[in-house]
């Protein structure tokens, strides 16, 4: 009668553990399998400006640091802190001491990349959904703010007050550029190929004419259309046709 009863109270409580303790996913996730820790910068789009260049940083204890700036607005760079917290399939973090509603504070995490979610937490989709996504500094990813500094062999200097500086956006989910010129805003596809080649194709700008910014201009988007290939080499990216001299260098740019 013992052992009649030590089994029945063995099994019932394997029974009761076992519902109350279900198993625990092990599997891997964004959260215990990526290197997530570190910055990242893209530039999502503004309605009233060139773009909000912007700059995550993630870091121990689940902190973060966010920076923006509004292009060809103002040159301040907002910064805030705070401490965010993972969704429980641990492959999107969530921005605290940010009031819901106000602004973007849903990311999904990825290999190398953070993509912002809209203020619901879901996905952005639409023909800008590529300027979402964010690229880990420091990596071999093209998809970066990339500054003109020299064309055609000439320096280029910072322009003035007010003034859009020259610049270009790789989007390498669905293989489009966009920018500036200094003066004209531009859109365009690209396409990468084995052994570093590159080229540009269906440039269309704005039709301003800026005195001081047009021979810039149109240098750099001939540079765009000859290009055949290019040379990353850490922040620098020089575009390249014919292994000759460089057509156009860029640096990546990074909120400080």
Request: aromatic share 10%.
């Amino acid at each position: 009668m013992k052992k009649l009863i030590y089994a029945c109270f063995t099994f019932c409580s394997i029974i009761f553990f076992t519902n109350c303790n279900p198993p625990l996913n092990t599997g891997d996730t964004s959260q215990n399998s990526l290197d997530w820790k570190g910055s990242y910068s893209g530039m999502v789009p503004c309605a009233d400006c060139e773009g909000i260049l912007t700059r995550i940083t993630l870091g121990d204890n689940n902190t973060y640091t966010l920076q923006t700036r509004y292009l060809g607005k103002s040159e301040d760079v907002i910064s805030s802190t705070g401490s965010f917290e993972w969704n429980k399939e641990g492959n999107q973090i969530k921005l605290k001491n940010i009031k819901e509603g106000t602004a973007p504070i849903y990311y999904k995490v990825g290999e190398n990349q953070l993509t912002q979610l809209d203020l619901q937490g879901n996905a952005i989709t639409g023909q800008n959904a590529s300027m979402y996504v964010f690229a880990k500094e420091g990596g071999n990813s093209l998809n970066k703010y990339w500054k003109l500094i020299e064309v055609n062999g000439n320096a280029v200097t910072a322009s003035g007050s007010g003034k859009r500086e020259p610049h270009m956006l790789l989007h390498t989910a669905d293989n489009r550029v966009t920018g500036s010129g200094g003066c004209n805003s531009f859109t365009g596809s690209f396409n990468m190929a084995a052994n570093d080649r590159l080229s540009f194709s269906g440039i269309a700008s704005t039709k301003m004419f800026c005195n001081d910014a047009q021979q810039t201009e149109d240098l750099m988007f001939k540079a765009l259309q000859n290009t055949d290939s290019y040379y990353l080499s850490g922040d620098t990216l020089q575009l390249i046709r014919a292994r000759m001299a460089p057509l156009a260098k860029f640096v990546a740019v990074y909120l400080r």
